[in-house]
């Protein structure tokens, strides 16, 4: 602890990689946010301006099928966007910081090495 301001250098540098990954998930959800409403956006406007054309969507997973017809290709763009910002909004990304005596640690969710722990630059 800093005897002349009263602060732990190692908590303030914390906060730092604290706000940079809050600030990196509220960008993340925004950017999800602002795409799926362009995408909602160009559906919309493809039904007022009446655009028809038959498609067939069709998918299978683990043994479930779904199909989507439709004569309308712009409330296939209006499902996919609320498909995409329900999906950008809801899903979690769990994170935490840790100060330790000499080095900052961040543990955050990832796909290629989930649950493993990334050690920072080591404090001065």
Not at 50 to 71: P, Y
Not at 74 to 80: S, T
Request: aromatic letters at 8%; a positive charge; zero cysteines.
């Amino acid at each position: 602890m800093d005897p002349s301001t009263g602060v732990d250098p190692r908590t303030a540098g914390a906060i730092w990689y604290h706000v940079v990954t809050v600030g990196g998930l509220i960008l993340f959800k925004l950017a999800v946010l602002v795409v799926g409403y362009l995408i909602a956006r160009l559906g919309h406007d493809l039904l007022i301006k009446g655009v028809s054309g038959d498609f067939k969507f069709s998918t299978e997973f683990k043994g479930s099928k779904a199909d989507l017809v439709s004569a309308s290709p712009g409330i296939f763009f209006i499902l996919m966007a609320t498909i995409l910002i329900a999906i950008g909004v809801i899903k979690d990304k769990p994170f935490g910081t840790r100060v330790t005596e000499r080095t900052i640690t961040t543990q955050a969710e990832s796909p290629a090495t989930s649950g493993e722990t990334a050690v920072k630059p080591k404090l001065p």
